[in-house]
């Protein structure tokens, strides 16, 4: 157990829906990451949060948008979505916004149908 | 940019013989490498890192890397291979810039360790 969460674990929903996953770091780690991992595209950085900013993006879509709380925690915001969106989403947390390791949290799996 | 290559995309080994995950780096300026295992159904879990030093790194469940700075690889790897060691294995490589870092992952090999 990495002490990172994720919820929900499974979400099943409809083209053009909007749905949130949230994710709690480790007790902790201010950093907070988000990965989308399919089939085709392999393990895809989205965007990085510390203490709150945005400190990195990756192959995040205008369509997907993230925040992190000041609990820290942090929600991933994905609209519009498409049938290309299903994918399993995963967060992962660190203590610094430089951190050399990162720990990984269970995943949510996003079916879109 | 910076890439990583993971040019096998699986690896068979028999159990109790040595096993060899390959990457290959692209950055310019010194790299910061990492292995990830990934195992059925789980996120992925830390394994080991070479961010400077010694180029021979250890790592998690008797694993380790090899750094090589003129081949540009950093090939994981374990003396004795067990069953359980199959999973899925990611190489990354992460590149700091201006305060910001960016991780970027291979496509991933997945290890099959035959009893």
């Known amino acids: 157990d990495s002490g990172v969460t994720q919820t929900p674990k499974h979400l099943i929903t409809a083209t053009g829906q909007r749905v949130t996953l949230r994710c709690s770091p480790r007790?902790?780690?201010?950093?907070v990451y988000w990965y989308q991992q399919s089939l085709d595209q392999g393990l895809q950085f989205l965007i990085q949060?510390?203490?709150?900013?945005?400190?990195a993006k990756g192959n995040i879509l205008e369509r997907f948008s993230a925040q992190q709380f000041p609990d820290l925690h942090s929600e991933l915001n994905l609209s519009s979505l498409e049938l290309g969106d299903s994918a399993l989403y995963f967060c992962?947390?660190?203590?610094?916004?430089?951190?050399?390791?990162?720990?990984f949290g269970p995943g949510t799996r996003l079916t879109v149908t | 940019a910076q890439s990583v290559a993971q040019p096998e995309d699986q690896v068979n080994v028999a159990e109790g013989n040595p096993l060899t995950v390959k990457c290959t780096y692209s950055?310019?300026?010194?790299?910061?490498l990492f292995w990830y295992v990934q195992y059925p159904n789980r996120g992925l879990q830390f394994l080991l890192k070479?961010?400077?030093?010694?180029?021979l790194v250890k790592g998690s469940y008797g694993f380790e890397a090899e750094f090589n700075k003129s081949q540009t690889s950093f090939h994981l790897k374990k003396p004795s291979a067990l069953v359980s060691d199959s999973a899925l294995y990611f190489c990354?490589?992460?590149?700091?810039?201006?305060?910001?870092?960016?991780?970027?992952f291979g496509t991933g090999t997945k290890l099959q360790v035959i009893p």
């Open positions: 992962a947390s660190s203590v610094g916004q430089l951190s050399y390791e990162q720990y």
């Open positions: 950055v310019s300026g010194n790299p910061y």
């Open positions: 990354a490589v992460r590149m700091n810039s201006g305060g910001y870092q960016k991780v970027t």
């Open positions: 007790s902790g780690d201010l950093s």
């Open positions: 949060y510390y203490n709150g900013e945005e400190r």
């Open positions: 070479y961010i400077t030093g010694d180029n």
